[in-house]
């Protein structure tokens, strides 16, 4: 069983749509919880970060996190087209030694003008 | 914020030769920076993870002799790839984790293409 997983998509919304990513993971330990956006050819840039149940907003960005369902969600709001990326989730626990973290292998999102 | 420098950006280099990567925080300190590969359309590889001052944690499979960390200093960690082969050619990324605050969140340079010939 992967630790992290994503659907690897790829999902397709129409502009101004609501796209709803999702993830789940492995280990019930784990503590803080990352989406990343990486464009084709680019490294990932960090958009959300999520340390608590609940849902945390930054613009048209909302992260949720279920903890007892060992589930985290990414929506976006009025999609644009620049939103057309893959997004990565990324869970951090306790590990051999110290905290790890952990990517999924991301879910590639396209959306339609 | 949070921003993390790579350099070269692009480099090509002959079979059998070395190449050093450098990976800066410019505006944070990083007890933590890690390096990752990346082939064409594939996920993340995390390689190594070096904390400034001590040796680098290598990922399973992933020869240290070859792929050499040093982690100078709170800003600065370097990745050199020894005895390039073609096999070796891929998007190389580091990323780096900030000693004071949210502590675990990584945050990463523009990465490295490297093509070996």
């Known amino acids: 069983q992967k630790e992290v997983e994503q659907n690897s998509g790829p999902l397709s919304v129409p502009e101004g749509a609501i796209a709803s990513l999702n993830c789940t993971y492995s280990?019930?330990?784990?503590?803080?919880f990352f989406w990343y956006r990486q464009y084709s050819g680019k490294s990932p840039e960090l958009i959300m970060s999520?340390?608590?149940?609940g849902d945390k907003e930054d613009g048209r960005f909302t992260a949720q996190l279920n903890k007892a369902s060992q589930y985290v969600s990414l929506l976006i709001r009025d999609s644009q087209p620049s939103d057309s990326a893959t997004y990565l989730c990324?869970?951090?626990?306790?590990?051999?030694?110290?905290?790890?973290?952990?990517f999924g292998a991301g879910t590639r999102l396209f959306v339609k003008a | 914020g949070a921003v993390v420098s790579q350099h070269p950006s692009r480099v090509i280099c002959k079979s059998g030769t070395s190449v050093k990567i450098e990976c800066r925080s410019l505006?944070?300190?990083?007890?933590?920076m890690f390096w990752y590969r990346q082939f064409p359309k594939q996920s993340l590889m995390l390689m190594a993870t070096?904390?400034?001052?001590?040796?680098?944690?290598?990922e399973q499979g992933v020869e240290k002799d070859k792929f050499l960390i040093n982690h100078a200093s709170l800003t600065l960690s370097t990745l050199t790839v020894t005895s390039a082969h073609p096999e070796d050619s891929s998007f190389y990324i580091c990323?780096?984790?900030?000693?004071?605050?949210?502590?675990?969140?990584?945050?990463f340079g523009p990465g490295t293409r490297l093509t070996v010939t």
């Open positions: 999520i340390y608590s149940n």
């Open positions: 990323s780096a984790s900030p000693t004071q605050g949210l502590i675990y969140e990584q945050y």
């Open positions: 070096s904390n400034e001052g001590s040796k680098a944690t290598y």
């Open positions: 990324a869970v951090n626990g306790p590990h051999t030694g110290g905290f790890k973290t952990i």
């Open positions: 505006d944070f300190q990083a007890t933590t």
């Open positions: 280990d019930r330990g784990s503590q803080s």
